[in-house]
């Protein structure tokens, strides 16, 4: 259990101004590698930074490991917990984590998503984004990804995300296949950027935690996507892994025109989110997955979208980062399994293992 925390130092604010007590609330201590992880590798915290960590009842143990790696590094913090703010789902990001993120040169979103809540997410990189605040965002973080992906080697998941993103970086298109039937091209935009996100986050680019994926807004993808794996957002929690019920669904002109599954409910929920603005149908999202830790989905998009492969997301493409000049209100990933890829006309991946060394 977390050791106690003297207020005057280190504050956990909630409601009433008053300590959330995170430090009083004792935790597994299978979860302690993967807070020490995010706390010491993939955050790089110094003891002089303040940190913002940000939770749900839900994830209220999980933050506590976090806490408690916070509290043995001596660091400044405040963690506050969104019921005790705001009713959810949320409509904006409650102004107390605005105006502490500020202030902050660290920030932890460890939470759970609820539907139509990515309105206040966004809200949240804003600043992030504006401030260069060096932020882990950890949305749907469970104790199995906790004691899987987050335990993975990120060094090494850097190494072969570095050696990925240069191949991109010099190609004109990338080619997907798998045995499902998916069967995609990504025709490349020289002037977007691509991204890394190997779980070693900097001020340049806010990770998601476990790390492992490259990505970039691509000018054009065309093709059939075989959704075995798992779909993100809110439909994540829902519907799990797809495996059983793979979502098939068409793409012509960088834009999702038809969705087929046996689960008509899936099929519904998932044409009524890529519908809601006029960009929600677009894929603003190409990506590899680089994390060589996990073996298999495991119907939590948090990590699953790291799992070795191509997965793509309709909506917002984080144009502040890859230069895209479009936005959305919504982003949804969509993730298969056991990829073939193709670089230009190099294979780097057959069977979701990659050919190229880390």
């Given at each position: 259990?977390?050791?106690?925390?003297?207020?005057?130092?280190?504050?956990?604010?909630?409601?009433?101004?008053?300590?959330?007590?995170?430090?009083?609330?004792?935790?597994?201590?299978?979860?302690?590698?993967?807070?020490?992880?995010?706390?010491?590798?993939?955050?790089?915290?110094?003891?002089?930074?303040?940190?913002?960590?940000?939770?749900?009842?839900?994830?209220?143990?999980?933050?506590?490991?976090?806490?408690?790696?916070?509290?043995?590094?001596?660091?400044?913090?405040?963690?506050?917990?969104?019921?005790?703010?705001?009713?959810?789902?949320?409509?904006?990001?409650?102004?107390e984590?605005?105006?502490?993120?500020?202030?902050?040169?660290?920030?932890?979103?460890?939470?759970?998503?609820?539907?139509?809540?990515?309105?206040?997410?966004?809200?949240?990189?804003?600043?992030v984004?504006?401030?260069?605040?060096?932020?882990?965002?950890?949305?749907?973080?469970?104790?199995?990804?906790?004691?899987?992906?987050?335990?993975?080697d990120?060094?090494?998941v850097?190494?072969?995300?570095?050696?990925?993103?240069?191949?991109?970086?010099r190609?004109?298109?990338?080619?997907?296949?798998?045995?499902?039937?998916?069967?995609?091209?990504?025709?490349?935009?020289?002037?977007?950027r691509?991204?890394?996100?190997?779980?070693?986050?900097?001020?340049?680019?806010?990770?998601?935690?476990?790390?492992?994926?490259?990505?970039?807004?691509?000018?054009?993808?065309?093709?059939?996507?075989?959704?075995?794996g798992?779909?993100?957002?809110?439909?994540?929690?829902?519907?799990?892994?797809?495996k059983?019920?793979?979502?098939?669904?068409?793409?012509?002109?960088?834009?999702?025109?038809?969705a087929?599954?046996?689960?008509?409910e899936?099929?519904?929920?998932?044409w009524?989110?890529?519908?809601?603005?006029?960009?929600?149908?677009?894929v603003?999202?190409?990506?590899?997955?680089?994390?060589?830790?996990l073996?298999?989905?495991?119907?939590?998009?948090?990590?699953?979208?790291?799992?070795?492969?191509?997965?793509?997301?309709?909506?917002?493409?984080?144009?502040?980062?890859?230069?895209?000049?479009?936005?959305?209100?919504?982003?949804?990933?969509?993730?298969?399994?056991?990829?073939?890829?193709?670089?230009?006309?190099?294979q780097?991946?057959?069977?979701?293992?990659?050919?190229?060394e880390?």
């Amino acid at each position: 259990m977390a050791s106690s925390v003297d207020e005057t130092q280190n504050p956990v604010l909630g409601k009433q101004g008053r300590s959330a007590q995170l430090n009083t609330i004792p935790f597994d201590s299978e979860l302690t590698p993967g807070a020490h992880n995010a706390v010491n590798v993939c955050l790089r915290v110094q003891r002089q930074e303040k940190v913002t960590l940000i939770t749900d009842e839900s994830t209220r143990e999980i933050a506590t490991s976090l806490a408690h790696e916070l509290e043995t590094l001596g660091c400044p913090y405040r963690a506050w917990v969104l019921e005790d703010l705001a009713p959810r789902p949320l409509l904006n990001l409650p102004g107390e984590i605005v105006e502490d993120l500020e202030t902050s040169q660290v920030s932890i979103f460890a939470a759970q998503a609820q539907a139509n809540e990515l309105r206040s997410r966004i809200q949240m990189t804003e600043v992030v984004n504006r401030r260069r605040i060096r932020h882990a965002h950890m949305v749907n973080i469970n104790p199995q990804i906790m004691c899987e992906g987050m335990r993975a080697d990120f060094f090494k998941v850097d190494r072969i995300s570095v050696k990925v993103i240069d191949m991109v970086r010099r190609a004109s298109q990338v080619r997907a296949k798998t045995p499902a039937g998916t069967d995609l091209v990504a025709d490349l935009n020289p002037s977007y950027r691509w991204v890394k996100t190997s779980g070693l986050i900097s001020p340049d680019k806010w990770g998601n935690l476990p790390g492992g994926e490259i990505f970039t807004t691509p000018g054009e993808v065309n093709g059939t996507f075989v959704i075995d794996g798992v779909v993100g957002d809110w439909l994540c929690a829902k519907f799990g892994d797809l495996k059983a019920n793979p979502l098939t669904i068409q793409v012509k002109g960088n834009r999702v025109t038809e969705a087929h599954s046996s689960n008509r409910e899936l099929e519904s929920d998932f044409w009524s989110y890529t519908h809601t603005d006029e960009n929600s149908d677009l894929v603003g999202e190409f990506a590899i997955g680089t994390n060589l830790e996990l073996k298999d989905i495991i119907g939590q998009i948090l990590q699953d979208e790291k799992y070795p492969g191509v997965h793509i997301a309709f909506g917002n493409p984080y144009g502040a980062h890859t230069g895209a000049e479009w936005s959305s209100t919504t982003h949804i990933d969509v993730v298969g399994r056991k990829f073939d890829i193709w670089v230009d006309d190099e294979q780097i991946m057959r069977g979701g293992k990659f050919l190229i060394e880390a």
